[in-house]
């Protein structure tokens, strides 16, 4: 039996439906058609019913860039909220959003986890939703991200949640946890979401599967003895039980759990996004 983590729901998204490499989700008052690889099966709605309540639907054209189809008018930026914390969805060239839901089960723990004056490394940070709930619980947050419209996405966030003080740093991962080293930084809590494609600052190109070892291996010396480290991983080859034994052979001596984050559509239908590796 697969070990299924699945995400928490929240009122302002809902994965409604997804089949035929779609899926259905809305955000907020507006509902999105995106292409999901993971969505192999067939839907519970038909087309027509998916039509009906989409606002807009991605075409991709090349890898994850594309165009968005407008099926009813909305603005291409709009705001959601996640139990109080303002987060900007945008549409534009790409089949991302600003948000990735499932993430969830991850802003859950990052809550649980943090308390004021702790400090949070939030690599792969993206549009920086874990660095709004790190510095709102009066974390001290580092957010690393290699592109640079990432970080103004995450500056956005924090501006439209009060949430200014997080540290924002231009920069290849890996390279940056190096440095961390150097400089004998620790942190409390490590959070890592690697894409299975990435890009280093100087546009190398980033495989994860040639990476995930020495990530997980520079966040057991940029740890505390007590901290927790989150990964996860979109990537089909990065499953469970490699990062259970990168894990295990990373930190011999804490508890290390994996499994399978997944998130369950309204109409019952299971998508598993990747792994998830949890060390406490
Ligand atoms: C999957 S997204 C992260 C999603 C985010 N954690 C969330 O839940 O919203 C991956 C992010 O990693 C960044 N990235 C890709 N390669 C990188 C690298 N080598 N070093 C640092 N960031 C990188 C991308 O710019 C992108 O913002």
Same mark, same amino acid.
């Given at each position: 039996?697969?070990?299924?983590?699945?995400?928490?729901?929240?009122?302002?998204?809902?994965?409604?439906?997804?089949?035929? /490499?779609?899926?259905l989700? +809305?955000?907020?008052?507006?509902?999105?058609?995106? %292409?999901?690889?993971n969505?192999?099966?067939k839907?519970?709605?038909?087309?027509?019913?998916?039509?009906?309540q989409? =606002?807009?639907q991605f075409?991709?054209?090349?890898?994850?860039? /594309? *165009?968005?189809?407008?099926?009813?008018?909305i603005?291409?930026?709009?705001v959601?909220?996640? =139990? !109080?914390?303002?987060? $900007?969805?945008?549409? +534009?060239?790409?089949k991302?959003t600003g948000?990735?839901?499932?993430?969830?089960?991850?802003?859950?723990?990052?809550?649980?986890?943090?308390?004021?004056?702790?400090?949070?490394?939030?690599?792969?940070?993206?549009?920086?939703?874990?660095?709004?709930? !790190?510095?709102?619980? !009066?974390a001290?947050?580092?957010?690393?991200?290699?592109?640079?419209?990432?970080?103004?996405?995450?500056?956005? *966030?924090?501006?439209? *949640?009060g949430?200014?003080?997080?540290?924002?740093?231009?920069?290849d991962?890996?390279?940056?946890?190096?440095?961390?080293?150097? +400089?004998?930084?620790?942190y =409390?809590l490590?959070?890592?979401? %690697?894409?299975?494609?990435?890009?280093?600052?100087?546009?190398?190109?980033?495989?994860?599967? *040639?990476?995930?070892?020495?990530?997980?291996?520079?966040?057991?010396?940029?740890?505390?003895?007590? !901290?927790?480290?989150?990964?996860?991983?979109?990537?089909?080859?990065?499953?469970?039980? $490699?990062?259970?034994?990168?894990?295990?052979f990373?930190f011999?001596?804490?508890?290390?759990k994996?499994?399978?984050?997944?998130?369950k559509?309204?109409?019952?239908?299971?998508?598993?996004?990747?792994?998830?590796?949890?060390?406490?």
């Amino acid at each position: 039996m697969k070990n299924r983590i699945y995400a928490p729901t929240w009122e302002s998204y809902e994965l409604i439906d997804a089949g035929d /490499g779609l899926k259905l989700e +809305r955000w907020g008052p507006v509902v999105t058609i995106r %292409p999901e690889i993971n969505a192999y099966f067939k839907p519970e709605l038909s087309k027509k019913e998916w039509v009906n309540q989409a =606002h807009a639907q991605f075409i991709e054209e090349r890898g994850t860039f /594309g *165009n968005w189809k407008m099926l009813k008018p909305i603005s291409n930026e709009w705001v959601i909220d996640f =139990h !109080g914390i303002k987060l $900007i969805v945008a549409i +534009r060239n790409t089949k991302h959003t600003g948000i990735f839901p499932e993430q969830s089960v991850n802003w859950q723990n990052i809550n649980q986890s943090l308390n004021p004056g702790d400090h949070f490394l939030n690599l792969f940070g993206y549009s920086g939703a874990s660095s709004v709930m !790190g510095t709102i619980k !009066g974390a001290k947050v580092v957010h690393v991200d290699s592109s640079k419209s990432a970080l103004t996405w995450a500056k956005e *966030n924090q501006e439209i *949640n009060g949430a200014n003080g997080c540290k924002l740093v231009l920069e290849d991962a890996l390279l940056f946890m190096d440095r961390e080293i150097k +400089r004998k930084h620790q942190y =409390h809590l490590i959070q890592m979401d %690697p894409p299975a494609w990435g890009i280093g600052t100087k546009g190398k190109k980033w495989q994860l599967e *040639n990476h995930i070892d020495s990530l997980i291996n520079q966040a057991s010396k940029l740890l505390l003895e007590n !901290g927790k480290l989150i990964v996860s991983t979109y990537s089909p080859r990065t499953t469970p039980a $490699i990062l259970r034994e990168i894990g295990v052979f990373s930190f011999p001596s804490r508890n290390v759990k994996v499994g399978i984050l997944a998130s369950k559509s309204t109409t019952g239908k299971v998508l598993e996004h990747g792994s998830l590796l949890i060390v406490e």
